[in-house]
């Protein structure tokens, strides 16, 4: 499968409808990495017209903004929307809830305009359209899962339907943590903690959050963020749940799912 | 007589409300400390906020046997009040139920009755409401009304409230009770107790429950600038003005957009042109009006703890601290102000002084304490201005921190990867 940059498709001549954000987790963390490899699967086996900015994709600046440095986000939106607006970009799909958000709320001020969708909604546009076909897979069928909604895409966008539309899709049995939807619990990751050590406590937020998800004795958790991804694999490992209880993007399933 | 008691009540009157607006304008000029105002857009929007969140208090329908007891009582406290305009006619023309006198006369006196007996049932059920307050409160003793934000004074405050309202509605049924010739549907079956007593004292009774009614809600009325229950009025003009964009979104700082531009393009920037003062909150006047407004509008419930994933954690965060505290910073820098005429450097500041850095550190940004206030305060939008200042005008960030900010300018991301290799899954694909 060969994916294609922006300066690829431009140089030949080809103006793609959509164009894939990788995100930096997606782009160098190796959990994430299979996400995005699953993500550009279905795309192509969906005949998806797409994109992504390669080496020229730059971080959003969403760390550092949510630290406090307004600065460095300020340098990273000026350089990342003078690419953006350099390719004419119309429409955009990203794996990363934080990457969305900003790119959808917080680059239009600064004259970043762009139809910003997330991976979640463009997997239900495509199973809709069905353009994604959905084969009896005996890996998802009757299993049970929970899904986990990412703070950035749920409370902050209020996306709580597409990721479970997706999952329907599936055949699976749906179990809800006890807190879900608007209010779900964080894993911990958002607001910069991801890249320090968590403040003093009596117990990580991931961990809360794994038991949470451990509770609900589901084979498999859906996630739709890289961060929470990791925050939850660690917290199951942590608690030797990891047999049991699988943590995959919904990209991921749906990949395996794909005829 | 007669001519004294009326001027007395006018003269209370006067003085509880003098008092009272005298207050507000005091919180009012306070809110208006805030360095940037209030957003007044989509109008139809905001007042759609208004009805559902304040007038239908659609938020607190989240827990619905709480907000059955709270909707008795907002009711109760509205509709009771209107009771209050006969009081003030009675009062200042030294009548004895002057709207019953005139429904009498325009033979509707069964209406007057309809509508006291409604006033008496609501009091009723107000009185429960506040046992049953009272009790979560004390003998239940909740998590969220357990913490140690609430040690001391805030405590007591809530106490008081309750306490306040059950003597007022006992005052209000037992001033009805006494007058022998009324016969309502609550108080009346209190008259037993008082079938002892000659009319004399019975009027004596019905005299002192009136006064000492009316001037119980004097004090209630004056007690609220000072106290958490200010949500009753800033609970309206809070919701008008939240925000109306994606909670996701922080607002932008065109200061340092601008400062970034001229840096990249040189030939825009203005000759000669300021650099901005300060960057981010360090103290209450660098707030919004709307982050001081949600300060005073903070009836100290705690949902946003009990929701913020940092406090179930056991870090030191708590959402609703970092409201408690900006009021009382706020409050400070009012006395400051009414002291000095213009405020006096007092070598404390809401960050450090208030607020700690390990507090700031500890959030997550997940939103829920947003979600869950039900008079949408942002306890977020504080922490984050917060965190701004820290970070740009102390330098003052956890080592990890100032690592992913450099791997950011030098690598494009926050881990220190070569940015070659931002495509190098493609081959693997």
Redesign the interface.
Known sequence: MKVNTMAEMIASGQTPEVLFWVGCAGSFDQRAQKITKAFATILDKAGVNYAILGKEEACTGDPARRAGNEFMFQMMAYQNIQILNGYSIKKIVTTCPHCFNILKNEYPILGGNYEVIHHTQFLQELIEQGKIKIIDSNEWKGKSITYHDSCYLGRANEIYEAPRKVLESLDMELREMKRCKSKGLCCGAGGAQMFKEEEKGDKRVNMERADEAIETKSDFVASACPFCNTMLSDGIKNRKEEVNTEVLDIAEMIAKAML | MAIIAQILFIILTATALYLFSKNLLIIRRNILIGKAGFVNDQKTRRWKNVFLLALGQKKMFKKPVVAILHLILYIGFIIINIELLEIMADGILGTHRIFETYFDKIGAGSFYYFIINSFEILAAFVLLACIVFLVRRNILKLKRFMSNDLAGWPRSDANYILIAEIILMCLFLVMNAADTQANFIISSSLQPLLSDINSNTLLKIEHTAWWLHIIGIYIFMNYLPYSKHLHIILAFPNTYYAPL??????H??PE??N???YA?QPELAPSGAAAPAS??AKDVMDLSSKNLMDAYSCTECGRCTA?C??N??????SPRKIMMATRDRLEEVGKNINKHKNFIPDNKTLLHDYISV?EL????????C??ECPVSISPLDII?EL??????EESN??Q??N???SN??NN????K?A????????N??
């Open positions: 964009t994606p909670k996701g979104m922080m932008n700082m340092v957009q400062e970034v531009l990249m960057f981010g929701a994933p940092a179930i954690t056991g870090k030191l965060l390990e550190r500890a959030c997550t940004t997940c939103n829920a947003v979600e984050m965190r701004r200042s820290l970070v740009m960030a956890p990890e921190w690592s992913m900010f950011i300018e494009f991301a926050p881990w990867f940015p070659d290799d931002r495509d190098a899954w493609t693997q694909a």
